[in-house]
């Protein structure tokens, strides 16, 4: 018995030696700290899109704004989530500056930050939407009379869209296939015409009732003038041709005798520059009552279109 453990008592040792050995070899190791500079990168924007509703050229609503839209992808290699925000110019390409111009509701708009919206990050990308309210007397860039005139007919709208990271740094793109705002023919008048009161047979002096008219689109325009009958009842009729117009005050004889169809008259509105528009004129009115003419309040309707000067 004794003999066994003698033989089994030095494998024993053996192995306590290995373990303190292995604790000596842990008890080594050592730590040293890492580190590195991770630049930040500016980052990148790609797929600008300038487009209203309708994804085409952008034709403009009379007398009030028109809601367009410039997208992009934004791209950040710091991450999507780097990206804090983006801002926008829509401007005319021609205008002076560039997208550095001076906001004007003719041909240049500033989009802040405040409306230009990011999506969620998706990887190192955030999608980004810049909204603008374009008026109604913008420039025309497409080939109307006034557009080719100004030399616009070569110019486009543009967007220059600014992605900007946490950092602030930031980087800007353009779109790659601008539209075109469209020509707008438009125009506002009074609502109605009220003649004076007149027996049977006669007629007023002169043109004196005022129409006002108000430019509320792009361009300069003139006028195309007709109306029908005015009529009282089953039986009462006054002829078209019984009233006249003009551009100011005028004897009755030398006004114009309105008919069915248009007749072009020529006014010179200017293309407005604000709003409210500031291009208005005026047309004048009067009218004749036939010999014969039942008593009554006569009626009917007048028609105004506004054309391209």
Not at 43 to 53: E, F
Not at 59 to 75: D, K, M
């Amino acid at each position: 018995m004794a003999e066994k453990i003698r033989k089994i008592l030095p494998a024993f040792l053996i192995l306590i030696l290995v373990a303190v050995t292995i604790g000596e070899i842990r008890a080594d190791v050592e730590t040293p700290s890492t580190s590195g500079q991770v630049n930040n990168v500016a980052p990148s924007v790609s797929g600008v899109n300038l487009a209203d509703a309708d994804s085409g050229d952008i034709g403009l609503t009379e007398n009030t704004t028109t809601t367009v839209y410039c997208t992009a992808t934004i791209t950040d290699t710091n991450g999507g989530a780097d990206i804090s925000s983006c801002t926008a110019v829509i401007y005319r390409s021609g205008v002076a500056g560039g997208a550095g111009c001076t906001p004007n509701n003719n041909n240049c708009y500033s989009v802040s930050s405040a409306n230009c919206t990011l999506g969620s990050a998706v990887g190192n990308d955030k999608n980004a939407t810049a909204t603008a309210y374009i008026y109604f007397h913008a420039d025309p860039t497409d080939t109307g009379t006034y557009a080719t005139a100004q030399g616009y007919d070569s110019q486009t709208w543009q967007c220059q869209l600014k992605g900007i990271d946490a950092a602030n740094a930031s980087s800007t793109a353009t779109d790659s296939t601008p539209p075109d705002i469209t020509t707008l023919t438009a125009l506002n008048t009074d609502s109605s015409i009220t003649y004076d009161a007149l027996n049977p047979g006669s007629n007023m002096a002169s043109t004196s009732i005022a129409l006002n008219a108000t430019t509320t689109g792009n361009v300069p325009i003139d006028v195309q003038l007709r109306g029908d009958d005015m009529t009282y009842g089953a039986t009462g009729t006054i002829a078209v041709g019984n009233q006249k117009y003009a551009t100011s005050t005028a004897a009755w004889a030398s006004g114009t005798a309105l008919t069915t169809n248009y007749i072009n008259l020529e006014v010179d509105m200017a293309k407005p520059t604000t709003s409210p528009s500031d291009s208005t004129d005026i047309i004048y009115w009067g009218w004749q009552v036939p010999s014969g003419t039942p008593s009554g309040t006569y009626s009917g309707t007048n028609y105004i279109n506004a054309v391209e000067d």
